[in-house]
């Protein structure tokens, strides 16, 4: 029987080039000198630090530009509120999201049932499993899923026949 996968990861490895990238162009751009402007990861946790609100929507752009040029999908960035941090700099976390959360799984799920294509879909911790019959419906459901508005990257992996 037909099945795949339907998965939300980030290549982490990308995301520390994206960084470094990130971290080579303030050292070297004009408007970052004699800035205590970083970036710095912790699993899955980016924390980022600027001088004031200028720089960190300026971090903003480099960690949005570095990101797309490693192909690292941006929808994977989960940004909380800023806060003040020593002095008067401002820090801001950025949480990059792994796995499909419970709600989008079944918003998922209650989509391609509602849509009547004749699969199975089953939650399976932090990914969706769908299974048919035949391979054409995979592709519709493949394609479904691409039409849904969904915060998070999503990946079609481990198609089997």
């Known amino acids: 029987m037909p099945s795949f996968d339907i998965v939300s990861k980030t290549d982490m490895a990308e995301v520390d080039n994206a960084l470094a990238g990130i971290g080579r162009e303030i050292a070297q751009r004009f408007d970052f000198k004699g800035s205590k402007c970083s970036v710095e ?4 946790t980016i924390t980022v630090l600027a001088d004031d609100d200028m720089k ?3 971090m903003h752009e480099l960690l949005k530009v570095h990101f797309t040029r490693r192909n690292v999908d941006t929808k994977a960035l989960d940004f909380k509120p800023e806060e003040k941090a020593a002095g008067n700099s401002i820090r ?3 949480i990059v999201k792994q796995g499909i959360d ?3 799984a079944k918003t998922l799920v209650k989509e391609i049932k509602d849509s009547k294509i004749k ?4 939650i399976q911790g932090d990914e969706l499993r769908v299974s048919g019959k035949k391979r054409d419906e995979l592709q519709d459901v493949i394609a479904l899923v691409k ?3 969904v915060d998070l990257p999503l990946q079609y992996v481990n198609f089997r026949d």
Do not use: T
């Open 119 to 122: 699969v199975q879909v089953s």
């Open 147 to 149: 039409k849904i508005p």
């Open 92 to 94: 801001q976390i950025v």
């Open 56 to 58: 960190l929507k300026q």
């Open 102 to 104: 419970k709600e989008i």
């Open 41 to 44: 990861r912790k699993d899955e």
